[in-house]
């Protein structure tokens, strides 16, 4: 029996790297949200009536994340009977997910352990992204739609008799739940006239932010990423954490004016706002918990500076870890030659940089330029900063106009700066209702020189000074998920090359903006113009440079954001509201997207 046991335990791991590199390989066809995997048990134990359930439920789900376009939630299917496979790989294709039961013959045993171990080819290996939402860390969840009678996996037999479902196959199945659980929600939804909500209560119970639904609140279960994002923002700017519900629900009708929460979301917020830790991400794990860590210490002058950013160097081996996109270095490992990096996807892993005791000169990672964009965060590690309208820090920034580099966010609206003069402290932005700093615009001049300033200082102890080896393109924010960039070595006097064309009055106050159009700075309209109403009702030309910077974006993610400076000020356009925000005063104004030389 043991031996059997570990003989189908390997298969079905095997199997699961399998469908890991499927899932990669289907990553054009993914949602940029949260990432659900459905388990759906389609055994002859869950009879008619649980059919109907499980469908009723699942469709309800997927219903309710299709009313939802801007979270983009991405949906994988397995299911679990006669066969136990992935019946659809993680996309938001949301029609078809749903059809995906159509077809299904529905019958045999319930291999749930099997199931479950074929879900790591979701969890792992870069099948599918950790997700932020404002500063809510979400890790993959799984939601299991079952009778809980779980059969042997390790028998292939087309019944599922009572003889079948032994202590040892319900053993099994909370034995691997229990792994799963410790980083992943698993919610499960009970089904069939005669569920065993024993065994479907303890996966759940045991699992880090998991619950038992009932079928019949499947719609509520598929709001909770909206809610979560609902719970994020009161957190980024509500007093300690949000214990006091009146208070909570105030500041929902406060900040969602038009969203109309019923009194089953007000609850689920205040209750994810109450249990915060939950969506904590492992930096912060590791600090509210007081575990010794080398995170945000700079140890050694020779490695980059903490708040430098980075992209996998000439030594990578690493695969997909940094989804080719840029880093941010948030500490100095304790072991000689390692650093930690933050990838802008969350993910945070440690990385070679020059001499360590195993191995000599190896760079997993570079120092680049490339500026941190934000999409849906307020703020985030790698962002640039200077002291906002709360200050009240004296010359901890080494004096005012001075840029620093953001190494860690935390959900209770405190954020960890260094300075450009190396002091490193804590700040609020947003805790308490309090702004000790500002972002600064990623493409401002001032920005792009600290950053150029880090490369050239990160240059003198790299390898033939070889820092600089990306393009354009990704300081514009262009697709990360392209082919890895050239490594091709290029000397420190190619780092004064500006990599952007700054226009005269685009950036510091003086007589003439660029955002006003003349003949000087525009020699005709351009095929894709935005505009933006004023208070007149008057529709406005963005000016040259920030009209190809939305656009570039625009033609990257059609739902992204951008921020964008208009007569001295600066909004970030979300595109697929139609809005732009102005980011000192929080007020809104239309945006529109004009083709073909057309006017608004």
Request: glycine letters at 8%; charged letters at 25%; aromatic letters at 10%.
């Amino acid at each position: 029996m043991a031996e059997r046991l570990e003989t189908s335990s390997i298969l079905w791991q095997e199997q699961a790297e399998f469908e890991a590199r499927k899932n990669r390989d289907l990553r054009f066809q993914h949602g940029s949200g949260p990432s659900n995997i459905f388990i759906l048990d389609i055994s002859s134990s869950i009879g008619d009536e649980g059919v109907r359930q499980m469908k009723e439920a699942f469709t309800t789900i997927i219903d309710e994340y299709s009313k939802h376009p801007d979270i983009d939630e991405n949906v994988a299917v397995i299911i679990c009977g006669r066969e136990t496979k992935f019946l659809r790989y993680f996309s938001n294709q949301y029609e078809d997910i749903k059809s995906c039961l159509d077809d299904i013959e529905f019958g045999g045993p319930s291999p749930l352990t099997a199931a479950f171990l074929l879900s790591h080819g979701g969890l792992n290996n870069d099948a599918s992204n950790i997700c932020w939402m404002a500063n809510f860390h979400f890790h993959q969840r799984l939601i299991l739609i079952s009778d809980g009678r779980p059969t042997d996996f390790t028998i292939i037999s087309a019944d599922d008799t009572p003889v079948m479902e032994t202590d040892e196959a319900k053993r099994h199945l909370l034995q691997t739940a229990i792994i799963i659980g410790r980083v992943h929600p698993i919610f499960c939804v009970p089904i069939g006239s005669n569920p065993n909500l024993r065994i479907l209560e303890f996966i759940s119970g045991h699992s880090k932010g998991g619950k038992l639904v009932r079928y019949q609140d499947a719609m509520q279960l598929g709001k909770c990423s909206y809610n979560l994002r609902a719970a994020s923002v009161m957190l980024q700017t509500m007093k300690n954490d949000c214990h006091d519900k009146e208070r909570v629900v105030a500041s929902l009708a406060l900040h969602f004016p038009y969203t109309a929460f019923t009194e089953k979301d007000k609850e689920d917020i205040f209750e994810m706002c109450t249990r915060k830790t939950l969506f904590c991400s492992y930096v912060e794990q590791k600090v509210e918990s007081g575990e010794e860590t080398d995170l945000f210490k700079e140890r050694n002058p020779i490695m980059p500076c903490l708040g430098s950013r980075v992209r996998r160097g000439r030594d990578w081996k690493w695969d997909n870890q940094d989804n080719r996109g840029p880093g941010t270095v948030i500490g100095h490992h304790i072991k000689d030659g390692w650093l930690h990096v933050e990838w802008d996807t969350s993910a945070i892993s440690s990385y070679r940089y020059g001499y360590s005791r195993a191995e000599l000169n190896k760079y997993d990672v570079r120092v680049c330029h490339e500026p941190r964009i934000l999409e849906n965060e307020m703020i985030a590690t790698g962002c640039l900063v200077t002291r906002g309208t709360d200050w009240e820090w004296d010359d901890q920034d080494g004096g005012a106009g001075n840029i620093g580099s953001v190494i860690s966010v935390h959900s209770t609206g405190i954020v960890i700066v260094r300075w450009r003069n190396g002091f490193i402290s804590q700040y609020r932005f947003g805790c308490h209702g309090k702004f000790d700093l500002t972002i600064c615009d990623p493409f401002s001049e001032e920005s792009i020189e600290y950053l150029k300033e880090q490369e050239r200082n990160a240059a003198l102890n790299y390898p033939n000074g070889d820092q600089a080896s990306f393009s354009e393109g990704d300081a514009l924010g262009l697709p990360s998920n392209r082919p890895a960039i050239s490594e091709k070595a290029q000397s420190v006097d190619t780092l004064n090359k500006p990599i952007l064309h700054v226009v005269k009055g685009k950036y510091f106050k003086n007589s003439e903006g660029v955002d006003k159009i003349t003949p000087e700075n525009r020699r005709g309209r351009p095929m894709n113009q935005w505009f933006w109403k004023d208070d007149k009702g008057k529709w406005n030309p963005y000016s040259i440079e920030m009209n190809d910077r939305i656009n570039e974006c625009y033609k990257r993610d059609p739902k992204s954001t951008v921020v964008v400076t208009v007569q001295d000020q600066s909004y970030r356009v979300v595109m697929s509201k139609s809005l732009h925000i102005n980011l000192s005063t929080k007020e809104e104004s239309e945006v529109i997207l004009v083709k073909n030389g057309a006017n608004p």
